[in-house]
């Protein structure tokens, strides 16, 4: 955005907030329009501000903003509904999808059908679906839409997968019929194929479908550590 435009009217979904001065604080909201950004809520901390019942992360908002810097001053904010609080292990997978956004995603950098695939994932969770399947359904999208979408039916020589044979995942290339004595975790094919087609119906693709993902993700955060998976396990510990 150039000069000190305003922006109105945009749904966007709140990943993360912290505190700026005394009263203030700085939202990192994932907007369907204009990608993630961050935007200074002025006074969103004082005990009576009308902010403190809006900005309600996993819910959908209308914000408007202003500001020509790196980080835009909120205008407005509403509060739109129609979606389930989650609770529990939903609310645990939650601030794992929002911290991929974090992790993985430019800012500024437009993403609607990812926009609507996060709000599709939350949705689901709240009302009961499949951990499993939800979460990779959202991982591939969210790969697709940052320009690493998988090879799933065609291996990296261009044959088409079987079904019937194992293969290792390449990072940025693709499936390769593993051998013998392969020292790479390995595929059934009708892995792949269940993956891409987002059929979990069968127990082990659904397995291997976690441990390719994990693998894949792993490598985009480049090192970087996810919290939220640490907490996760941790509490499965206990």
Same mark, same amino acid.
């Given at each position: 955005m150039s000069g000190k435009q305003r922006v109105d009217g945009q749904q966007v979904f709140l990943l993360h907030s912290y505190p700026y001065s005394e009263t203030s604080l700085v939202l990192d909201i994932f907007s369907r329009d204009h990608g993630r950004l961050p =935007?200074?809520?002025? +006074?969103a901390r004082r005990p009576r501000s009308a902010l403190r019942g809006v900005l309600i992360g996993f819910q959908r908002l209308e914000l408007g903003w202003f500001g020509s810097g790196e980080v835009k001053t909120l205008a407005r904010a509403e509060w739109l509904g129609g979606m389930p609080l989650p609770q529990g292990r939903c609310l645990l997978l939650g601030y794992y999808l929002n911290e991929l956004l974090l992790k993985l995603m430019q800012r500024e950098d437009a993403h609607p059908g990812l926009f609507d695939a996060y709000a599709e994932a939350l949705m689901a969770l709240a009302n009961g679906a499949s951990d499993g399947a939800e979460l990779r359904r959202f991982e591939k999208t969210l790969l697709? @839409? &940052? +320009?690493? +979408?998988?090879?799933? %039916?065609?291996? =990296?020589? +261009? !044959? @088409? &997968?079987?079904?019937?044979?194992?293969y290792v995942y390449l990072l940025e290339r693709g499936p390769r019929i593993a051998s013998a004595d @392969? =020292?790479? #975790?390995?595929? !059934?094919?009708?892995?792949?194929? %269940?993956?891409?087609?987002? %059929?979990?119906? %069968? #127990?082990?693709?659904?397995?291997e479908s976690k441990l390719l993902m994990r693998q894949l993700i792993a490598h985009q955060l480049d090192g970087k550590t996810l919290q939220s998976r640490r907490v996760f396990m941790e509490l499965q510990e206990l």
């Open positions: =935007v200074l809520a002025r +006074g697709k @839409e &940052i +320009g690493y +979408g998988l090879r799933l %039916d065609s291996d =990296v020589h +261009g !044959a @088409e &997968i079987s079904a019937g044979q194992r @392969e =020292v790479l #975790p390995t595929f !059934a094919g009708k892995t792949l194929l %269940d993956f891409a087609a987002d %059929d979990y119906a %069968d #127990p082990r693709s659904l397995m």
